[in-house]
């Protein structure tokens, strides 16, 4: 987030304190006046109630705000009330009694020693956080640092890793200290210079994660790593693409980890904009929603990863609302985190049993709020991706990646604009799985996912299609930049170095396109691209050939 929008979040965080503090000075008013006349016999049970909901609310507000002393008062005059709001519903409650508590409670006095509390501030100091950018340089490839004392053998790793897509710097530890580092993705460095993490000067507490190449595999060396605070390890001789794939999950981890969807339910306005300017500082896409009669409409348009959700809310209770919410078989396995006041365990596992998943008791910090965030929404996405995503390679499954190819096929033609759709099949693989096993097979299939994900944009679709054939959709391309852009990855490809049982080899690559544009239906335009496909690996594989490069018998012909 830079200065100007953290200034601004700080600025609207300012001014809901403002707020909150004139409301709760109204509300402290109103209780006192509430209970002074229920001491002095005007009104009754009513009075009690509604003093009992104004001080709930207090109590898992203000220490949001920062006004804990005061929230903890407010909460233990609401337990004071509490057991003669039950006299209601059980016992009959006695007006007498109403009277004598308030007034041996010392009630009165204590509700107004509240307004005195509203002096008593603590810091929120985690207010804000500056979410992650991706670091990716400005071709979209993840930055890499490798730390490495030896010049030479610094730059022989970098140049074994740029194929697969990374963009490598080298630095010496003595370096390190005057390098820019915040747009490094991740970091490479080796065990006999490795030194703390603490100790690494990252511009922000953010820190990229740190793999440890370590000459040796022993457990001693690798829990002195641990302790050290790395992510991760790979032993020397160093397999490049199984450390390429290492880095790649670890870079995707950190970017999920901290972004998501965040629907936000609560009828406190000034709650409701606090967790939801924390949270947008902390990186999250958030949607307020205020009244729980709209709940419906904005989680089909907003489809978030989690909700947060307030269980008293006026006239609904959330704890309904979650029954309600999982009528819909589309929002069964959607995470519900209550947030409330009420400590009571009976009464937590009872709103937990109605729907919830989780519960956060308020007040409730910054820190917590954007942590629970987290670590929900990151549960959340990989269930999400396990339905969605191929389990090798993290790329779309053959079915939704067609659906995506049709989505983006009406997009270019209601929009009148040109895209692509190619096929791309590694070429001889079968040999590549024969002469080195399946295992080292798989690392190639994933070598190509990689580098697809760092060469291609952030808006194109990528799906693997079958065992060793992949789908590329390039929205808002033409046929001659897509060749350009497929003809790179070709060439990338080809340079990679897989290591195998008789040692290194590198695979090509075959890549057929068509028009997403030019044909009625997108199965159409894929049929045509594996054509294209087809047509080049009958022409000697690896390279690109467009369905348009075709003479008019090939285009006939069925694909193989
Ligand atoms: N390791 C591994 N191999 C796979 C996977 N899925 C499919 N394959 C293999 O991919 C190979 C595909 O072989 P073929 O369709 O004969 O094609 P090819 O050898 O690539 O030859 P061309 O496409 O003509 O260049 C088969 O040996 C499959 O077993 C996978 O997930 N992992």
Redesign the pocket.
Known sequence: MSDEKTADVLRKLDVLKTRFREKASGDINLIELMAMDAAAGRGGQEEVRRAYQVLHRLAGSAGTFGFRALGEEARALELVLKPYLESETGAPGDLSEIHEMLLNENFIGRVRGLESLLAVEESEGEATETPKDSNTDSAGQPEVLIIEPEQTSGEYLANLLVPHGFSVQCATPRELFSKDLSRISVVLIRDDVLIAQEQIPWPSQDRPPIICIGSSDAFDERYRIAALGVDGFVSEPVDVPVLADYMERLINEKMEFGSGRVMVIDDDPELLERYSLILEGGGFEVRRVSSPATVLSALSEFRPDIILMDVQMGNFNGTTLARMLRFDPEWVGLHIIFLSSEEDSEFQFDALSQGGDDFLTKPVSDRILLQAARVRCYRARQLDKLASRDS?TGLLKHSLAKSEVGKEHGRCQRLDYPSVVAML??????????RHG??V??L??KGLANLLRHRLRKTDVIGRY???EFIVALPNCTLENARRSMEAVCEQMSKIEFSGSDGTFSVTL?VGMAPLEDYEKPEDAIEAADRALYAR?AAG?NGVTSINDLDWAQKESEPG
């Open positions: 090798l099949d590694l070429d001889h693989f079968k040999q590549v799985n024969d399946h295992r097979g798989d190639v299939i079958g065992g060793e075959s690996k594989r």
